[in-house]
């Protein structure tokens, strides 16, 4: 089955305390990007890959990081959470149709629920 | 940077209603898709749709790419139509950025 998947789904940490959240994708997709969601705020892209080892802020890129070593997995790193960081992560993939000019249909992780406490 | 809004921000329809929700944006995207997120927080897909007309069954999409917004049909509303509908844009900046739109909330009476 075709899918994006996260781990963990739910995650309470304390402050300071290094995690990773998992992110892969079966599709062989050349995009790979980071959303977070927040009551009032909307979804907002934290960063994005457009291929392995090419990544990119997206809008709210800080206290984050990402990698790109291989084509189907790309880690969210948060090496010092904050309590702003308490959110709903969502990762997504997608073909980079550049010959249309245009990004591909994203297809999204199931999410995950941080708590940073 | 370019700017997504979504009317109307709040809905509620009788079961068997239908409605209309639209996106606007602020300049030329290179695509745009409509999302459901259902009780579960989880992200349906609904259309790929950067111009033209699309269906699949009750909901259908039409995307005016040269007057910048996008509209989604629901027709025949049913309770679990009931949830947040998103569109998203993406536009080239060098990479492929997507900005949300804030999203209709819908809530649909039995």
């Known amino acids: 089955e075709a899918q994006v998947t996260q781990n963990p789904r739910y995650l309470i940490t304390v402050t300071g305390k290094k995690l990773t959240v998992t992110c892969s994708q079966n599709?062989?997709?050349?995009?790979m990007s980071w959303y977070r969601q927040d009551p009032g705020l909307g979804l907002r892209q934290i960063y994005y890959?457009?291929?392995?080892?090419?990544?990119d802020k997206g809008d709210v890129p800080e206290g984050y990081k990402v990698s790109r070593k291989e084509k189907r997995n790309f880690p969210l790193i948060l090496e010092s959470p904050s309590p702003n960081q308490t959110s709903l992560y969502f990762c997504?993939?997608?073909?980079?149709?550049?010959?249309?000019?245009?990004?591909?249909?994203?297809?999204f992780g199931p999410g995950t629920r941080l708590t940073v406490t | 940077g370019i700017q997504v809004e979504q009317s109307p921000p709040d809905l509620i329809l009788q079961e068997g209603a239908n409605s209309t929700l639209r996106c606007n944006f602020s300049?030329?995207?290179?695509?745009l898709q409509w999302f459901h997120q259902n009780p579960w927080g989880q992200l349906i897909n609904l259309f790929y749709?950067?111009?033209g007309t699309k269906q699949n069954g009750r909901l259908s999409a039409t995307t005016v790419a040269t007057e910048r917004y996008s509209l989604l049909y629901i027709s025949s509303s049913q309770t679990t139509d009931s949830g947040v509908y998103f569109c998203?844009?993406?536009?080239?900046?060098?990479?492929?950025?997507?900005?949300f739109g804030a999203g209709t909330r819908l809530f649909v009476k039995a």
């Open positions: 997504a993939s997608s073909l980079t149709a550049v010959f249309r000019g245009g990004l591909g249909e994203q297809y």
């Open positions: 599709m062989n997709h050349e995009y």
């Open positions: 890959s457009m291929n392995v080892e090419v990544t």
């Open positions: 300049d030329s995207v290179n695509n």
């Open positions: 749709i950067p111009s």
């Open positions: 998203a844009v993406s536009f080239n900046t060098g990479g492929f950025k997507t900005i």
